[in-house]
C-alpha cells in the first residue's frame, strides 16, 4: 500500500507491505533510528513514539494506522539550533540514561507524561513510566529528571 | 597526582560526554548501523528447538527454499568448512575457568543430531528481509524424536543423559566433604534449603550482530562487553587467523555479562556470511532472547550455621547444586566463585563448601550481574539472619559481632581470598543511622502489636565482592595527543552504559590538563585497538581507566623533554599547569606553551604512550544495605519502601557514574528478590519466554534509593578504586528478601523462597498459620 506519514514535521511517502509495523516504517523507510525495538509483546516502551501528540508504542501500531498523521520521534524534540528539550536537557543533568537503549522511548514517554500532569508527584510519574523498562538506571534518576524537567526540586540523597 | 594548586576534576560530578548524542538521534546500536557495506546484507532468522530435549532426525529446507525473498537455509550440515573440533580431552578442561567444557560436553554451533533445550538454534535462514524470514523459518520442517526431559538439582540421578559420552549430568564436582565436628560447640545449629532463582539478563538491546566476508577478511559488527575475545572466539572457531578478522563493537545497549564474549548464534551468523558471500545481519527478538541467550544463577543452597548464643558465628557450611543448563558453558566458575565469597564479610573459623554442576534441558547459564557473588551474598546473609532468629538477638548486633575489623586487612579468609582494604562495621553503622534503625523497629513493634494487616520488614545484608578477579589479566590503552593539541585515548576496555567515555576523558584531562571536549575516547574495532581483554567482573575503571591513567603520565614525561627542548630550558624546570593545559618554566609565564605546540616539536606523530597495565591481586568492595518493605498479610503483596545503601568501592573518580550503577545494581537485586524468575514447566516448556510472563522489574514496584557515601581507598591500584559494577546487586538481594522474611517472622514464617511473590508470600503466610 501507499502512504504518508509526517514525521518530525517531515512528510514521509512510500509503497509499503501492508504488514509492516510502524516502528520499522519509522526506522527502516524513514530512516530514523532513535526509536529502538526492545520486545515484541508491547512491554518494554522502547519503540515509544508520539502520534498525533499521544505517546503510543509503535511496534504495536501498523504504519497504514498512521497515514496521513504526524509522528513526533525523539529527533524531532530538540530546537532548530540543536538546544536540548527541557526534558533531554534534564535527563542529560540528572544522568538519567546510562546504555541509552531505552532513552528515546523514555524521553517521549516523560514528554507524554507532562503534556498530561505538568506537576507529577514522584508516585504518579513512577504509575505513568510503568510501561517503559530500563535495566540501567534502577529509574532512580530518571525519575528525578521528570521531576526536574517540570521544575520541581529535586533533592541530592547524599546522606553521609 | 596532577602538578601545581589546581582543584582537580577528579571526584567530581561530571555529567556524560555520551549524553547527547543518545538523547537525540539515539546510540548506533547494530542493529541502526546504516554503512554502504551492509545496505544490501540479508536478514538472519534461526530456526529453533521448540522442545525441550530430543533426537533430531530429518531436516527439510525444501518448502523453506521456494518461500519469498529467501537466499539459503543453512544447517549443521552445511558446516563442512569449519576446523575440527579440539582433541578429545575428557571434558575436563580448566574447571575454574568461565570457559566452556569440551570433549563429550561440547556445545555444536548448530545443533547437529540432538537438541537440548526451547530455543537451541537448529537452522539459520536469510531473506531479503526479516519479515519474510519469520514466513520462512516456519517452513523448515524438522522431524523432533522427544526424549526425557531433565530439570532441576535432581539432573544428577536422572537416569536420562544429556551427553550420554560422558556418563553423568554431573558435569563438576569440587569442594570438602561435610565435617560436622566443625559445628562442636555451637549452641544453635540451624539448616537451611534455599533457591537462588534461575533469572533473565534482559539488557534492553538484545544480541545483534552484523558480518561482511570481503577480500578475505571478515568485519563482524556485534553488540558485546569485549570485541578482543569476540575476535579470538571467532578465529577458533571459523579457523581463521585472528589477523583476517575485525570486530567492531558500535553502541551496546547494555550487557550484565550475557555479553562477555559472543554466542553461538553470532559466530553462526559470521560463519553464513562467509559461506555465502553476502553480508548478514540478526538483531534477536525479545521472544528469543528470553530463550537463547544465557540466564544467570540457578543455585540451590544447603547451608548450615553455627554459634554461641551470644551471637558468634564458629562454623558455616554450605553445599551448592549450580544447575548451569544444557551445555557447560562456565564449567565450574559460578559455583567456584560463590565457594570462594561464601564467608562474606566475616570472621568465621570454619567455613566449608562444596559444588556439583548439572546439566539440564534449560537454557545455558552465564555470568549475570554478579556472577556467583550474589548467591555467595545470598546465602551467608539469609544465614546470619537464621542464624539471629535462632538465638534470639537482633540481626544487626550479629553482623556487628562477627564482621572482620578494621585492624586486620589484609585478611587472609578460610577460603583464600585475600580482601585488601574495608572498614565493615562503619558500613553498617553508617547505614543504621541513615535509615533510623531503632525508629524503624519502633514502627514495626507498634504495627505488630496492633495487629496491623500491612506489617513493616526490616532486612540487612552486608557484604563483600571480589572486582577485577582476573587482575593479572590487565588491560590495555594507548593515548595519543595530536600536533593539534587534541588527545585520542584507545581502550581495550569496552563501554556499554557505565560511562567509560566521559570517565578515560575525565582521567585525560586531569593529568594533562587536555579539556575533556578535546579528548576522544575510542574502544572496540579491533583494527585500531588489537589487544585488549574489555569489560566484565568491575575490572574497567581499575584497569582499564589506570591503563589510561598510566598513559597519560608516561604522555606527560614525554612531553617534559619535548617542551625543554622547545623553549631550550632545563627538563627538571619544566612545568605544566594542568587549570590550562600549558607548559611553561616553573614561575616564568612568559615562557608558556600549549599542548600543541609540544606535541607538533614531537613530531607528526605528536606524542604517543601505550601501556598495558596488570594488578597483582584483585580488590574487594564491600557495603551494607537496609530494605524497608511493607507486606500486606492478606493478600501476599510486598511494597518496597526504602533502600538505604552504604558501596563502598574505594575511591570514587565520578560520583554520577558512580551512582547510577548502584542504582541499576540494586534495581536488579530487588528484582530477584520479589519479581523475577525464569520458569519452565515439567517439559521443559518455558513459561516466562516473553515480556508479558517475565517480570522484568519497573518504576512502579520501585522507591528512590537513599545511598550514603562511604570511599575507602585501596593500595591496590594508583587511583585507590576498586569496582562499583556489581555491588548494588549484591547487597540487594538478601536486604530484601530477609526484610520480607522479617516481617513475618511473628507469624511463624522462617524462610521464603525468591522472589516474594504474592502468591509464594501468601502460601508461607497461611502454611504458617496451619501449623501453629
New interface residues.
Given amino acids: 500500500m501507499k502512504l504518508t506519514v509526517t514525521v518530525n514535521g517531515r512528510p514521509v511517502s512510500a509503497e509499503i507491505d501492508d504488514r509492516t509495523l510502524l516502528v520499522h516504517f519509522i526506522r527502516e523507510v524513514a530512516g530514523l533510528t532513535a526509536t529502538n525495538v526492545g520486545c515484541d509483546t508491547s512491554s518494554c516502551g522502547a519503540c515509544t513514539v508520539l502520534l498525533g501528540g499521544q505517546s503510543v508504542k509503535s511496534c504495536t501500531l501498523l504504519a497504514a494506522q498512521a497515514d496521513g498523521c504526524e509522528v513526533m520521534t525523539a529527533e524531532g524534540l530538540a530546537g532548530p539550533d540543536g538546544e536540548l528539550h527541557p526534558v533531554q536537557q534534564a535527563f542529560r543533568a540528572e544522568h538519567g540514561l546510562q546504555c541509552g537503549f531505552c532513552t528515546p522511548g523514555m524521553v517521549m514517554a516523560a514528554v507524554s507524561l507532562l503534556a498530561e500532569n505538568p506537576s507529577p508527584t514522584e508516585e504518579e510519574i513512577r504509575a505513568g513510566l510503568e510501561g517503559n523498562l530500563c535495566r540501567c538506571t534502577g529509574y532512580h534518576n530518571i525519575v528525578r529528571a521528570i521531576l526536574a524537567a517540570s521544575n520541581q526540586t529535586v533533592s541530592r540523597e547524599q546522606a553521609g | 597526582m596532577s602538578e601545581g594548586v589546581n582543584v582537580s576534576i577528579l571526584g567530581t560530578r561530571v555529567?556524560?560526554t555520551?549524553?547527547?548524542a543518545?538523547?537525540?538521534?539515539?546510540?548506533?546500536?547494530v542493529?541502526?548501523l546504516?554503512l554502504p557495506e551492509l545496505t544490501w546484507a540479508a536478514r538472519a532468522t534461526f530456526v529453533r528447538s521448540p522442545v525441550a530435549h530430543a533426537s533430531i532426525g530429518d531436516i527439510d529446507v525444501s518448502a523453506a527454499l521456494a518461500a519469498p525473498g529467501i537466499i539459503a537455509v543453512l544447517t549443521a550440515r552445511d558446516m563442512d568448512d569449519l576446523p575440527p573440533p579440539p582433541p578429545d580431552d575428557g571434558g575436563g578442561g580448566s574447571e575454574g575457568a568461565p570457559v566452556p567444557m569440551g570433549g563429550p560436553w561440547s556445545e555444536p554451533l548448530l545443533a547437529i543430531d540432538r537438541v537440548r533445550y526451547v530455543g537451541e538454534p537448529v537452522a539459520i535462514v536469510l531473506t531479503e528481509d526479516s519479515?519474510q524470514g519469520v514466513d520462512a523459518a516456519e517452513q523448515v520442517i524438522v522431524d523432533y524424536r522427544p526424549l526425557p526431559v531433565v530439570l532441576g538439582p535432581g539432573a544428577a540421578d536422572a537416569e536420562t543423559l544429556l551427553f550420554p559420552r560422558a556418563s553423568s549430568n554431573v558435569a563438576v564436582t569440587a569442594g570438602v566433604p561435610a565435617d560436622e565436628l566443625a559445628f562442636d560447640g555451637c549452641d544453635v545449629v540451624v539448616r537451611q534449603t534455599v533457591q537462588n532463582q534461575r533469572l533473565a539478563p534482559?539488557?534492553?538491546?538484545?544480541r545483534a550482530v552484523a558480518a561482511r566476508w570481503a577480500d578475505g577478511k571478515l568485519t563482524v559488527w556485534v553488540s558485546t562487553q569485549n570485541a578482543q575475545i569476540s575476535r579470538f572466539i571467532l578465529a577458533g572457531a571459523l579457523g581463521l587467523d585472528p589477523a583476517e578478522i575485525r570486530v567492531i563493537t558500535p553502541?551496546?545497549?547494555?550487557g550484565?555479562g550475557a555479553k562477555v564474549g559472543l554466542d553461538r548464534d553470532a559466530i553462526v551468523v559470521a560463519w553464513a556470511a562467509r559461506r555465502t558471500g553476502r553480508a548478514v545481519r540478526w538483531?534477536e527478538?525479545?521472544?528469543e532472547n528470553l530463550v537463547g541467550m544465557t540466564h544467570g544463577r540457578a543455585q540451590q543452597q544447603d547451608i548450615t550455621i553455627g554459634g554461641t548464643r551470644d551471637g558468634r558465628v564458629l562454623a558455616y557450611r554450605v553445599d551448592i547444586v549450580q544447575d548451569t543448563g544444557a551445555y557447560p558453558r562456565m564449567s565450574g566458575f559460578l559455583p567456584g566463585l560463590t565457594s570462594l565469597m561464601a564467608v562474606g564479610p566475616y570472621d568465621i573459623p570454619h567455613v566449608q563448601t562444596a559444588f556439583r554442576v548439572v546439566v539440564t534441558n534449560t537454557t545455558p547459564i552465564s555470568a549475570y550481574r554478579g556472577a556467583g557473588r550474589p548467591e555467595a551474598t545470598a546465602a551467608i546473609e539469609r544465614a546470619m539472619d537464621l542464624f539471629a532468629a535462632g538465638i534470639g538477638m537482633d540481626p544487626a548486633e550479629v553482623r556487628r559481632r562477627n564482621l572482620i575489623p578494621p585492624d586486620a586487612f589484609p585478611h587472609t579468609t578460610p577460603g583464600g581470598a585475600v580482601y585488601d582494604s574495608g572498614d565493615y562495621v562503619v558500613a553498617l553503622d553508617?547505614v543504621l543511622?541513615?535509615a533510623g534503625y531503632p525508629g524503624l523497629r519502633d514502627e514495626q513493634a507498634r504495627r505488630r502489636r496492633s495487629g496491623d494487616p500491612v506489617q513493616l520488614g526490616i532486612g540487612l545484608a552486608s557484604y563483600v565482592e571480589i572486582t577485577a578477579a582476573d587482575a593479572a589479566a590487565g588491560e590495555t590503552a594507548r593515548l595519543v595527543v595530536h600536533a593539534d593539541g587534541t588527545a585520542t585515548a584507545y581502550t581495550g576496555s569496552s563501554a556499554?552504559?557505565?560511562?567509560h567515555h566521559t570517565a578515560w576523558a575525565m582521567l585525560v584531562q586531569a593529568e594533562l590538563g587536555i579539556p575533556m571536549d578535546q579528548v576522544t575516547v575510542v574502544h572496540g574495532d579491533t583494527d585500531v585497538i588489537p589487544e585488549g581483554v574489555g569489560t566484565y567482573a568491575s575490572r574497567s575503571l581499575q584497569l582499564g581507566g589506570v591503563a589510561v591513567h598510566k598513559a597519560a603520565i608516561s604522555v606527560r614525561e614525554q612531553a617534559r623533554q619535548v617542551a625543554a627542548d622547545l623553549i631550550e630550558a632545563s627538563e627538571a624546570d619544566m612545568e605544566l599547569d594542568t587549570s590550562t593545559g600549558t607548559w611553561q618554566v616553573r614561575g616564568d609565564p612568559a615562557t608558556s606553551r600549549t599542548w600543541a605546540d609540544v606535541a607538533s616539536h614531537a613530531g607528526p606523530e605528536g606524542l604517543v604512550a601505550a601501556v598495558q597495565y596488570a594488578e597483582g591481586q584483585p580488590t574487594f568492595p564491600f557495603g551494607a544495605h537496609l530494605a524497608v518493605v511493607e507486606v500486606d498479610t492478606e493478600t501476599g503483596k510486598v511494597r518496597h519502601v526504602r533502600h538505604?545503601t552504604?558501596d563502598d568501592a574505594g575511591t570514587v573518580l565520578n560520583?554520577?557514574?558512580a551512582?547510577?550503577q548502584r542504582?541499576?545494581?540494586?534495581?536488579?537485586g530487588v528484582a530477584q528478590a520479589l519479581v523475577e524468575e525464569f520458569v519452565y514447566d515439567a517439559e521443559g516448556n518455558p513459561l516466562t519466554s516473553?515480556?508479558?510472563d517475565y517480570a522484568?522489574i519497573?518504576?512502579?514496584e520501585?522507591p528512590?534509593?537513599?545511598?550514603?557515601?562511604?570511599q575507602t581507598p585501596t593500595d591496590v591500584n594508583p587511583l585507590g578504586a576498586k569496582g562499583i559494577g556489581e555491588a548494588?546487586t549484591i547487597g540487594a538481594v538478601p536486604a530484601v528478601q530477609n526484610a520480607v522474611i522479617d516481617a513475618l517472622s511473628p507469624l511463624g514464617v522462617r524462610h521464603i523462597d525468591m522472589p516474594a511473590t504474592p502468591a509464594r508470600v501468601w502460601a508461607a503466610i497461611s502454611e504458617a498459620r496451619e501449623s501453629r
Fill in positions: 555529567v556524560r555520551e549524553d547527547p543518545l538523547l537525540t538521534v539515539g546510540g548506533t546500536y542493529d541502526d546504516r519479515y534482559v539488557p534492553m538491546e538484545g553502541d551496546v545497549g547494555g550484565f538483531a527478538t525479545r521472544s553508617k543511622a541513615a556499554h552504559g557505565q560511562g538505604v552504604a560520583p554520577l557514574l551512582e547510577g542504582h541499576g545494581g540494586i534495581a536488579q516473553t515480556l508479558t522484568a519497573t518504576a512502579a520501585l528512590s534509593f537513599e545511598l550514603v557515601n562511604s548494588g
